[in-house]
């Protein structure tokens, strides 16, 4: 259940954030990019959140439960995903730096058999997440090889994230024993692999790959940045303001 | 040269009499160029500054289902907005100019969009009155004479139809709640009927635009028979949830057989045209910030894409 809570909110809270650009965007055809992507990432969440809650020991519960009405501290999601947009590159170089890992993680949930409907989500995920990583990498490239304001802007971003970076590879208890299980990847070797793909774009993009410094954690045990709580604040409102009321 | 006019003119008038499709290579009168180049880009400019008042509701939506179904319909929006822009590019405009005409304030959008969007109500009113409005509008549109624009609008239509569901599914379900979901709809209601009425423009005896437009089958019913028709089609529809009209005068007219309705307060609707509307300055100023922080963005994709094509 852990590991499904985790799926579900970097999802989610990602998809939060995407959802703030609405209207917002450099072009018209990046409105449509962004929601789309939000889009695919909400139903991620409904899929992974259904599960989770229905493996919830104490009483099961709906995805909708499990969006609206946990507090913080109740959040597993990665801190890179619950930090706010910025200008459009912080909003690209974080979805660039979670698509590759999030495409590398949902490409070992699709093939591994432990739990066969993480599988059915993951292989419907991968195809989505396909596209959301083709998309953050071809602006990756665009805005650091275009003009030399969107390259020193798109560096700072990376280099701005690069501290929550650490996170994803940072295996804790239930990585290990969702690693052993077959469930979840073994980070380690997924580093490896986003490794060479981040390089990858990064030169092809002009840009400097950031020294790994000291990371930022927390996420993953429900300790956040101050983000996550007006995030939460705002998306929860309705639901919390009227309880069990059905919208 | 003016006998080859008068002919090409005469041309044209039959075509059109003949229920014939205009295509962007056929000659056309500049009169009728003009007027669809001004309608087509005022319909993409409501699409995009439409998205705003619903965009705010995004990151507020009360359950996963109704913030994918919004996003859908957002996202619809924008697509509606691009499409829209390239009909109106076949008429020889460009797209960057008519988004400036939008941002200087020069070019008009649908007023129905200065008004404010205070509750999760607001946006079951809008898909189910604004979008249903929009539909009536644009239903005959896709039977409209010049080609791009029909052929636009038979796939805008398509999806402004599941717009108007949602929304009315949204106040459906409202009306099934608590006291407080219920008084929020009604109050939803109130506050977007009269303006969702005016969203089809002046009366017949007032509308400038009407007859020449109906001439050359771009318009097809005038704007109080579109009117009464979305009147006849909401007021059942109200009664069916428990929504009461806002609107003491309307009754069923047996003769005409259609609703009877109160008058119109034009005076608010030439009001928010002029720019006094709720939120007409806060619209305005959000598209054009949201371009101005985007120009690095788009002279980055076209840095770019200068020094690709150069390489090969």
């Not at chain 1, 692999?193 to 981040?198: H, M, N």
């Not at chain 2, 009169?31 to 699409?47: D, F, G, N, V």
């Not at chain 2, 994918?68 to 405009?93: P, R």
Request: with cysteine; glycine share 6%.
């Amino acid at each position: 259940m852990h590991a499904l809570l985790r799926l579900g909110d970097d999802a989610l809270v990602l998809a939060q954030r995407l959802g703030e650009w609405c209207g917002h965007a450099p072009a018209l055809e990046e409105d449509i990019a962004l929601t789309n992507i939000a889009l695919d990432l909400i139903g991620q969440t409904q899929s992974y959140l259904t599960l989770a809650g229905s493996l919830d020991p104490d009483a099961p519960k709906t995805d909708d439960e499990l969006a609206f009405l946990r507090s913080e501290s109740e959040f597993k999601n990665l801190l890179l995903v619950e930090q706010s947009n910025g200008h459009f590159g912080d909003t690209i170089a974080r979805q660039f730096l979670f698509d590759q890992y999030a495409l590398l993680r949902a490409e070992h949930l699709a093939q591994q058999t432990f739990d066969l409907d993480a599988a059915a989500i993951a292989a419907k995920a991968v195809k989505e997440i396909r596209y959301h990583a083709a998309h953050s990498s071809k602006w990756i490239i665009r805005l650091g090889d275009g003009t030399s304001e969107s390259h020193s802007r798109i560096q700072k971003s990376i280099d701005d994230l690069w501290a929550f970076t650490g996170e994803m590879f940072a295996a804790d208890d239930v990585d290990i024993a969702g690693s052993i299980a077959g469930l979840l990847p073994d980070l380690s070797a997924l580093k490896t692999q986003w490794d060479v793909e981040i390089d990858r774009v990064l030169v092809e993009a002009t840009l400097i790959r950031p020294k790994d410094g000291a990371m930022k954690t927390g996420g993953r045990t429900g300790v956040h940045t101050e983000e996550l709580g007006t995030m939460l604040a705002e998306m929860q409102i309705l639901p919390r303001t009227h309880p069990g009321a059905s919208w | 040269m003016i006998e080859t006019q008068q002919h090409l003119r005469e041309e044209f008038d039959a075509y059109v009499a003949a229920d014939k499709k205009i295509e962007p290579k056929d000659w056309m009168p500049d009169a009728y160029r003009k007027t669809l180049i001004r309608q087509i880009s005022q319909h993409a400019h409501s699409e995009i500054v439409g998205m705003l008042p619903e965009g705010k509701w995004i990151t507020r939506a009360p359950s996963l289902q109704r913030k994918a179904i919004l996003l859908a319909k957002v996202q619809d929006e924008a697509g509606h907005g691009l499409y829209l822009y390239s009909a109106a590019e076949t008429l020889g405009v460009d797209r960057a100019d008519l988004v400036d005409d939008l941002l200087s304030g020069k070019a008009k959008y649908s007023s129905i969009f200065n008004y404010p969007s205070l509750t999760w109500a607001d946006i079951g009113a809008i898909g189910w009155l604004v979008d249903g409005a929009a539909i009536m509008n644009q239903v005959p549109l896709c039977r409209c004479s010049y080609g791009p624009y029909a052929r636009a609008m038979t796939r805008v239509c398509k999806e402004e139809s599941f717009h108007q569901r949602q929304g009315y599914s949204i106040m459906m379900q409202l009306m099934k709640g608590t006291d407080a979901q219920k008084e929020m709809a009604q109050d939803a209601l109130n506050r977007w009927w009269w303006p969702s009425l005016m969203m089809f423009g002046p009366s017949d005896s007032e509308s400038m635009h009407s007859s020449q437009n109906m001439k050359w089958n771009i318009k097809r019913f005038s704007n109080d028979e579109l009117r009464q028709r979305m009147v006849d089609m909401t007021v059942p529809q109200a009664e069916c949830i428990g929504l009461k009209m806002p609107d003491p005068d309307l009754k069923w007219n047996e003769e005409k057989g259609g609703h009877d309705f109160g008058e119109i307060d034009w005076t608010e609707f030439y009001d928010v045209i002029a720019g006094n509307g709720i939120c007409n300055k806060e619209r305005l100023e959000d598209r054009n910030k949201a371009h101005d922080d985007g120009e690095w963005v788009r002279d980055a994709a076209v840095a770019y894409s200068e020094k690709r094509n150069a390489n090969t």
